[in-house]
């Protein structure tokens, strides 16, 4: 069974960094493609940053591009999501997903989300 664990959220003044890491378990991590989604109140959850099996290819999502860099590294089954010159609108739980398709499809795995809070 597919285990996805994120670490890293918290509370930060804008401006500010923060590095999310999602380690994977049950799974042969470096044939997944990987993903970071966010989902803030009263909005839907969208696909913030994506990253193919061997790191050579990566989609980050438009208003946080040349904020948010997304990095893997199979030997250690993790993938990372860097957010520099954070904003309050980036308020949101962030989660970690994989999937062996090209697409993420309905029935991939989620992590459990951790919790981001940019203040103004």
């Known amino acids: 069974q597919v285990q996805l664990v994120e670490s890293g959220g918290g509370l930060v003044q804008a401006g500010g960094s923060l590095r999310l890491s999602c380690v994977a378990s049950?799974?042969?991590?470096?044939?997944?493609?990987m993903g970071w989604f966010r989902q803030a109140p009263g909005k839907e959850r969208e696909l913030v940053a994506a990253?193919?099996?061997?790191?050579?290819?990566?989609y980050i999502l438009d208003s946080v591009k040349g904020r948010f860099t997304i990095a893997r590294d199979n030997a250690k089954s993790t993938v990372y999501l860097q957010m520099n010159d954070l904003e309050p609108e980036d308020t949101a739980i962030y989660y970690c997903?994989?999937?062996?398709?090209?697409?993420?499809?309905?029935?991939?795995?989620w992590g459990q989300g951790t919790q981001v809070t940019v203040s103004s």
């Open positions: 997903r994989s999937t062996s398709g090209l697409l993420f499809r309905p029935t991939d795995a």
């Open positions: 990253i193919t099996t061997s790191g050579s290819t990566t």
């Open positions: 049950g799974l042969t991590f470096e044939t997944y493609n």
